[in-house]
């Protein structure tokens, strides 16, 4: 009986870890500083968006957000988009016998990209820049982290549209 547990819990987390519907990594310019940013591809009302998230102690987007990406073929595309939201998460850190407040900054933007620009992604993703406050948000890849995978994101969002 044990074993048919310990299987269907391994064959659990398998198709959880399958499913997985964006791609994050976690980025620390500064030493004591950091954010971790999230990109997820969507098709909705017949346009295709990238959402991203951005989960740091300080960064937000403002009223108009810009995204650049340059792909490894030195290729730069300027997305420009819209703020979604922010909001603060609040937690506290027990310390002793004190409890001091942590607290996250969750920033939500979307970004619409054309059928057009689809094959951009497909070279993958060498750097990206994101218009935060109080900085900007920078980040250069030695290997593609995100590009492969909104290529095939927006890929599968576009085809289910005309598969109706």
Do not use: W
């Not at 310990?6 to 976690?26: D, N, R």
């Not at 004591?32 to 346009?47: H, K, M």
């Not at 030195?74 to 603060?88: A, C, D, P, W, Y």
């Amino acid at each position: 009986m044990k074993r048919y547990l310990i299987l269907f819990i391994f064959i659990a987390l398998l198709a959880s870890c399958g499913s997985a519907k964006s791609i994050s990594y976690t980025h620390k310019p500064l030493a004591a500083e950091g954010c971790s940013v999230t990109y997820s591809a969507l098709q909705q009302d017949g346009q295709l968006f990238i959402v991203v998230t951005v989960k740091s102690d300080r960064l937000v987007f403002s009223d108009a957000p810009t995204m650049m990406l340059k792909n490894f073929d030195g290729e730069v595309l300027k997305l420009e988009g819209k703020n979604l939201q922010s909001r603060t998460e609040t937690s506290g850190v027990l310390i002793g016998s004190m409890v001091l407040p942590v607290s996250e900054l969750n920033a939500l933007a979307q970004f619409p990209v054309t059928p057009g620009e689809i094959e951009f992604f497909k070279s993958g993703i060498a750097k990206v820049r994101l218009s935060t406050i109080p900085i900007v948000h920078e980040k250069t890849f030695s290997s593609d982290k995100i590009g492969r995978y909104l290529y095939s994101e927006l890929l599968s969002a576009f085809s289910s549209e005309s598969t109706f």
